[in-house]
């Protein structure tokens, strides 16, 4: 089994960053199996969809603060409440096959983290299954 | 390890595709493990729950709609940003326990194929671990 | 591989209940690995978020309730589709790394079982990958 970290540094409060390049780096030399993504953050989270058209991404972002405004009369004092709670819905973590030394997302998949929290530092833990 | 395709075709732009047998048949023959699938389309998802009331998946769908409406403002050209975020957050993926040749899904739970944006031809990626 | 069963009591309804060191004491004795958590019930699920403030508990339930109300309208005449439909959007499935027996959850991360329709008896499947 193989494992690591990967840094990822975010520049905006709510950004969706295509990881793909990155992840698919870390199974380049290796065979079949599955990579286990993991974000160790409450406020941010990971996707797969659609990279070729960065409106979809400003969709997301759109319709998700539509849902879960920013300072909406929350209780947590932080006041970032709507971070945890995208976090949630999204999801923090992923799985993501892999063949041939090639992530088998489909034609447009892309891996996104999704930060909801930044700009911060933030990483990403993952294993790796053959 | 097993992996491979299962084959989808949807018959409605929106619909819940109970693919628990489908699944089921391919853990027929061995013994105790994980399946995981990964659904390699990006306006499409997967998702365990109630498999017994239709009823159930036609609230899922009318609240899905009610949230995320189809055609509401979005920027991407397709216009077919609901289907995008529907599948962000149903999610795209699932693992499955199984146990002497059954999934282990619950009295209750069925595994459904949710198209967001057919009818198309659809498939999905499977991985067994033992 | 290691398999089995948490049992999990709520006392709500709705209620977070945190299962974090019921999951951490299964891996206490091993090192390396994965573990796999599955929610065997359509109206309950489990997620990863932080367990410092029980405010953010708190926001996390008042926003599905906002978003999905309880008995607004549904079809499924057992009258608790918002637990079914909560259940598929926040999941009811997570793996987690685990390392030198700790869990890898990141500083604020606690694991909590979301009861959607309780109070009720309930379990969690776990598998164990070293």
């Known amino acids: 089994?193989?494992?690591?970290?990967?840094?990822?540094?975010?520049?905006?409060?709510?950004?969706?960053?295509?990881?793909?390049?990155?992840?698919?780096?870390?199974?380049?030399?290796?065979?079949?199996?599955?990579?286990?993504?993991?974000?160790?953050?409450?406020?941010?989270?990971?996707?797969?969809?659609?990279?070729?058209?960065?409106?979809?991404?400003?969709?997301i972002n759109k319709k998700l603060a539509d849902l879960i405004p920013y300072g909406a009369g929350y209780r947590h004092m932080e006041g970032n409440s709507d971070s945890h709670i995208k976090s949630i819905i999204v999801g923090n973590q992923l799985f993501v096959f892999f063949e041939k030394g090639k992530l088998k997302l489909g034609?447009?998949?892309?891996?996104?983290?999704?930060e909801f929290d930044g700009p911060r530092r933030r990483k990403l833990y993952y294993q790796i299954q053959l």
Chains 1, 2, 3 share one sequence.
Do not use: C, Y
């Not at 990155?22 to 797969?48: D, E, M, R, W, Y």
């Not at 034609?107 to 999704?114: L, P, S, Y």
């Open 107 to 114: 034609t447009w998949g892309g891996i996104f983290f999704a």
């Open 1 to 59: 089994m193989i494992d690591g970290e990967i840094d990822i540094i975010s520049s905006e409060r709510i950004e969706n960053i295509n990881i793909s390049s990155q992840v698919g780096n870390l199974i380049n030399s290796v065979g079949k199996g599955i990579i286990f993504l993991f974000v160790p953050h409450t406020t941010a989270g990971i996707f797969v969809n659609e990279s070729a058209d960065p409106a979809v991404s400003l969709d």
